[in-house]
């Protein structure tokens, strides 16, 4: 299987949104490595082959800073880093 990489700087949300159902990003990566204690493997398998859909996220307090705080974590992990 090839891996393909999706430049996403210039997508809109929706698109963004889009995107992250055709392939597997980091919040998925942790998931499946069984490190995130609210999604299992097998709900990511689900959710990725359609079989179920993704909850939506879009009212929730953390994912509501984990966007808007984005940039900033980015920067600062690169500087540490």
């Known amino acids: 299987m090839a891996t393909v990489l999706t430049e996403t700087r210039n997508m809109d949300r929706q698109e963004w949104l889009a995107a ?34 993704s909850p939506d996220l879009s009212g929730n307090e953390s994912v509501y800073w984990g966007t808007v705080l984005e940039d900033v974590v980015a920067r600062e992990f690169a500087r540490r880093t």
């Open 20 to 53: 992250r159902t055709q392939g597997i990003g980091g919040s998925d990566a942790a998931a499946i490595a069984g490190l995130n204690p609210w999604v299992s493997p097998v709900q990511v398998w689900l959710e990725k082959t359609g079989q179920i859909e």
